[in-house]
């Protein structure tokens, strides 16, 4: 018997160091790969100034100069009522609609997040002190800072001034946050910040978690339920908030995945849509990074299985043949930026660590890393391994 015993625990010991060993791995191929990249962008992000919500202003937005504002992508002038409320072609995006708010907080997550990847490498504390002054910008400076809500956003001329679904905008805090938290735990943020970026975080997560327009988010049956789940995880995380984690981690459980994933991997809701290629990595990044953000010791999503089968593991072994050949894809070709895709997607690396599987970086290693395409980049809104690491 107590060699027995022996023989389990020294199998488990290979066991861990096998796990081990192969996320080092990952860790120092992603290091490799991204070094060169990363500091060539930090050495032009350190001279750059904040630009915020304030600093553009659109005369058809309801909302104050504070206030973050867009319009849906998708809506169109109606050639038979020039002047009229718009019209929606799904799929196809109306590059004269406002959309400046969005990119400066694109603007904003990459410079943050490539500042802090800078940091990681170099324990230069010049990159943090460059990312916190567009921290404090968006967050806590008086005269530049946005309202900690999103109610005017994804706004249609002639029918809404803002949507819920306008809330999947705010993807791009998230690794803001994520830079906040890594900032906190390395002990190079000051108090002040500490106590300042929390405030504001804890705000909006109480607007998402209560007003109407989160609500409805939250409960979308696509892409954009993951997104709220994603981001409110996030925000959750970072200001210590137990009873939002849970409530996200019940969410992936009982909701996401049973109710989005079929039996083979694949999500049908965004197969049914005009850019199903898009929309398949995107959700499948969305939830890979939730995952992350949310298993711990005691709750690992990445091994939870629904009672019919579905987990995380089938919703990549679903997507990845057609992220290594994308001329397999059996489905209908997206409408537009059918070929701005793959990059190196976010679940490629989420998935090496929380599934220990160095393939997976094998195929994120061959792919894109520092994509400029608009659309490719509004949907990714994981772009820096280094902070997660």
């Known amino acids: 018997m107590k060699n027995l015993i022996s023989l389990v625990v020294i199998i488990n010991i ?7 060993t192969k996320y080092s791995d990952s860790k120092e191929i992603i290091k490799e790969q991204l070094k060169e990249g990363v500091l060539r962008i930090a050495a032009m992000n350190i001279n750059e100034v904040p630009i915020t919500v304030t600093s553009y202003q659109c005369d058809r937005s309801a909302g104050g100069i504070h206030d973050f504002y867009s319009e849906g992508d998708y809506w169109w002038p109606n050639e038979l009522d020039p002047e009229g409320p718009y019209v929606q072609r799904d799929g196809q995006t109306n590059r004269n609609n406002f959309v400046s708010h969005r990119h400066a ?13 800078a940091y ?5 504390k010049k990159y943090i002190e460059a990312a916190l002054s ?16 999103l109610l005017y956003a994804q706004a249609i001329k002639g029918v809404t001034t803002g949507r819920g679904i306008g809330i999947i905008d705010t993807i791009h805090l998230i690794e803001v946050i994520q830079s906040l938290l890594q900032m906190e735990l390395w002990g190079v943020l000051s108090q002040e910040d500490i ?8 705000a909006y997560l109480q607007w998402l978690t209560t007003h109407p327009n989160g609500l409805k988010e939250m409960n979308a049956k696509n892409n954009h339920g993951t997104c709220w789940v994603m981001q409110v995880a996030m925000f959750a995380k970072y200001t210590s908030n137990d009873t939002i984690l849970q409530l996200c981690v019940d969410r992936y459980k009982n909701i996401l995945l049973p109710d989005q994933m079929a039996e083979d991997g694949s999500f049908p809701r965004e197969l049914n849509r005009t850019k199903p290629y898009g929309y398949s990595l995107f959700n499948l990044d969305a939830m890979s990074t ?6 711990t010791d005691n709750e690992n999503l990445w091994a939870y299985t629904t009672d019919d089968g579905k987990n995380m593991q089938k919703g990549i072994d679903f997507m990845l043949p057609f992220v290594i050949d994308k001329s397999l894809w059996e489905y209908t070709p997206d409408v ?18 929380g599934l220990n599987n160095i393939e997976y970086i094998k195929v994120w290693k ?7 395409n608009d659309e490719v980049v509004r949907n990714l809104p994981i772009r820096n391994p280094l902070i997660w690491l």
């Open 134 to 149: 567009h921290v404090r910008a968006w967050f806590m400076d008086e005269h530049t800072k946005m309202n900690p809500n």
């Open 120 to 124: 990681t490498l170099t324990k230069d």
């Open 14 to 20: 290979l066991l861990i160091i096998g796990s081990c």
């Open 195 to 202: 106590l300042g970026t929390k405030e504001w975080v804890s």
């Open 366 to 372: 061959s792919l894109e890393h520092f994509p400029t």
């Open 290 to 295: 939730l995952c992350y953000i949310l298993s």
């Open 105 to 117: 907080m694109i603007r904003f997550s990459e410079i943050v997040a490539n500042l802090t990847s």
């Open 336 to 353: 537009m930026y059918w070929d701005e895709w793959p990059i190196a997607q976010p679940f490629l690396f989420f998935g090496s660590i």
